[in-house]
Nanobody
Framework: QVQLVESGGGLVQAGGSLRLSCAAS????????MGWYRQAPGKQRELVAT???????NYADSVKGRFTISRDSAKNTMYLQMNSLKPEDTAVYYC??????????WGQGTQVTVSP
């Protein structure tokens, strides 16, 4: 079992920055990748960014150049640095971990609200 706890969400004005954290605990030996997803009201959950155990990153086109995903393996923590935030970035942000045997775990989510 793996437990994921997100933190760092909040209210920010457009153009501002936030850093989200995802602390992982439990059986971490077989991780395929970790990632951030988001879900806005009335919309489907969508991929924001992912990072593999080898450090390869992938971003949604809508956040490229503004968001940076990273991880600290020693702390079992993943981060999402979000800069130049826009009102359309408003959503609940979820942390996901996919194991090497294709089992996924999700955090409880953290709200990010960007005011105009």
């Amino acid at each position: 079992q793996v437990q994921l706890v997100e933190s760092g969400g909040g209210l920010v004005q457009a153009g501002g920055s936030l850093r989200l954290s995802c602390a992982a605990s439990g059986n971490m030996f077989a991780v395929n990748y970790m990632g951030w997803y988001r879900q806005a009201p009335g919309k489907q959950r969508e991929l924001v960014a992912t990072i593999t155990t080898g450090g390869t990153t992938n971003y949604a086109d809508s956040v490229k150049g503004r968001f940076t995903i990273s991880r600290d393996s020693a702390k079992n923590t993943m981060y999402l640095q979000m800069n130049s935030l826009k009102p359309e970035d408003t959503a609940v942000y979820y942390c996901k971990l996919l194991t090497s045997n294709w089992v996924d775990y999700w955090g409880q989510g953290t709200q990010v609200t960007v005011s105009p």
